[in-house]
């Protein structure tokens, strides 16, 4: 029941006793003192006084079953926050190599992109230069091959004419011009 309950019973005991005596009193038979205020401080005072007595041994075990669980509480309390406190501290080093883990990530992909970059810009440069030397290359073969053609006309256009003179006649000094020409060419190569 608890102490409460333990000082309601009394106290209703007490009262019960009182109105029993009283009612004796009454009818002429064992007197007691009737005035309220002597009789309930009389009263309250041996009510305290057998609290006091019976009741210290139930409420100092009630005290000391109080205070080891708060004390234990405590304890308890005390270990969690030091158990927090080491998952704190765990987790922030998890967190900072964490960082430094995406950081060095980060900085290895920056040179593997720049790296990258490089390589493609080279690669591309040679392809241009590449280009321009075939495109170069084609061109000289080009020009070559149009000037090849235009010699052939030329000289078959030269053979045509030098042909159609031939044929209607080519007067002596001319004729003798043309031979010292070709020795002169002959000759000076």
């Not at 409460?4 to 109105?19: C, D, I, P, R, Y």
């Not at 309220?36 to 006091?52: M, R, S, W």
């Not at 040179?111 to 075939?134: H, M, S, Y």
């Not at 030329?154 to 020795?183: C, H, N, P, W």
Request: glycine letters at 6%; a negative charge.
């Amino acid at each position: 029941m608890g102490n409460m309950g333990t000082f309601l019973l009394l106290a209703a005991e007490a009262n019960a006793v009182h109105s029993e005596l009283a009612e004796g009193a009454a009818e002429g038979g064992f007197g007691l003192n009737l005035d309220l205020f002597e009789t309930n401080l009389i009263n309250l005072a041996i009510l305290v006084g057998i609290l006091f007595y019976f009741g210290r041994k139930v409420l100092s075990n009630i005290l000391n079953e109080r205070r080891s669980k708060i004390a234990t509480a405590v304890q308890e309390a005390e270990q969690r926050l030091k158990e927090a406190q080491i998952a704190l501290s765990q987790a922030q080093g998890q967190l900072t190599q964490a960082q430094a883990e995406a950081q060095r990530i980060r900085k290895a992909a920056e040179e593997n992109a720049q790296a990258a970059k490089e390589a493609l810009l080279a690669r591309a440069g040679q392809d241009v230069e590449r280009l321009r030397q075939t495109a170069a290359a084609d061109l000289n073969t080009e020009r070559e091959r149009a000037l090849a053609e235009l010699r052939q006309r030329v000289a078959a256009l030269a053979l045509q004419k030098v042909e159609s003179q031939l044929r209607t006649g080519i007067a002596d000094d001319v004729q003798q011009t043309i031979i010292d020409r070709s020795i002169a060419q002959v000759g000076g190569r």
